[in-house]
């Protein structure tokens, strides 16, 4: 289900959005029979928003692109023993966290925010020690 999109919590799932969308006497999206064509927008759908966390250091939001499972081994009722996941993940940018909604919209701008900040910091540390191994090398 993380893979799947679901339907925009405002409306009443897809048919219930596509029947609005059908103006009265049958006019369909975009046709203008007998009078002015109501402009609707066009039913919204979003992928959960899911938080990556693998570590107190490292905790993303992120969108599941990929999720592939094959199973390797069963048991003599050929119910599966042993299975190989993949998982493909893709960070989303602060320009995509704008459009999540839901519960996790102010926690995921948060821990993106605390990422990237100790990245930042982390960064700086190694270049502090970069510096001080190359003083190390030269000549005195």
Known sequence: MLQYPVAAPTGGGLLGS???SVGPGGVSLGGAAGGAAVKRPVPQSQVPTVLFVWGPGRIL???VTNLSVTEKLYDGLL???HA???ISL??????????????LKDIAKAVYAYSQGLRQVLALANLANSAESIIGMLPL
């Open 61 to 63: 939001p992120v969108k």
């Open 84 to 86: 190989e996941a993949t």
């Open 79 to 81: 119910n599966p023993t």
């Open 18 to 20: 596509v029947s609005a």
């Open 90 to 103: 893709r960070v989303l940018t602060p320009d995509e966290l704008e459009y999540v909604t839901g519960p």
